[in-house]
């Protein structure tokens, strides 16, 4: 996810981290398999030995494999990939080091809040038991975050948040975790089609592909600056709390 100020639009590329190292011939085999489902090439980064799509979507061999094998839809948006029924608490465990960071701490007190205020099927905690999926909350560099899309029924696993928003508003910090951890559970960008709606620019299309892009029924088919927790960019003054189509969009799905 990258970060737009209010007025200017800041690349935030040194984000992108990943959470270990892929052979060489598996991340060729992903950027062939992200191809084939139809990602655009330009919309594919490797970065520290991890294949990206979307800036901040962290994409793994297997998860690849599985944008072929699930056919499409051409048309707030989904992967077609979602948790599974047999997840019903997601325990989100931060690092140390990510605790050290009071903002971002905060940040993911917040961020679960907002999920389990919509009294959906799955219910999100900071650690604890009797957990049905986990997720690691680490920190990486720069300002923005970075996660991926549900896999076999269950969450992604790892959410990466930058320290550089320990200089940034609470709130903010609460928009871009709640932003990963609705990646990990299936949500694409709202505005997938032309990030240049948050990010400014150019016109830049992530692509439908195999992963999909599925229209979720009630909210527009079309995004807006500031319209969804779910923009590709987000602004030095977001509020960290759900659009009326965030909503919506949570309670179709979960």
Known sequence: MFMKTAVLVVSCGAMLMG?????????????SNLVEAGFPANDIAVVD???????DAHVTLESSREMLQTPGNEEQYSTNNLVGTGVTKI?????????????LSEGLDLAIENYNSQGLRITFQRGGTGCT?????KTTSGVGGSSGFPKGGKPYGTINIGTGLQSYSVDVNEHVITHEIGHTIGFRHSDYYDRSI???????????SNIGANH??????TATTGGSVMNSCFRSNESGEWSSSDRTALNYLY
């Open 19 to 31: 959470c270990g190292a892929e052979p060489q011939s598996e991340n060729e085999e992903i950027v």
């Open 49 to 55: 030995g991890a294949v990206y799509v979307g800036n």
């Open 91 to 103: 325990c989100i465990n931060p690092t140390a080091d990510f605790n050290s960071y009071t903002r």
């Open 133 to 137: 999926a986990n997720i690691a909350a």
């Open 198 to 208: 948050s990010c400014g620019g150019a016109a830049s299309n992530e692509g439908a």
């Open 216 to 221: 979720i029924p009630g909210t527009p088919t």
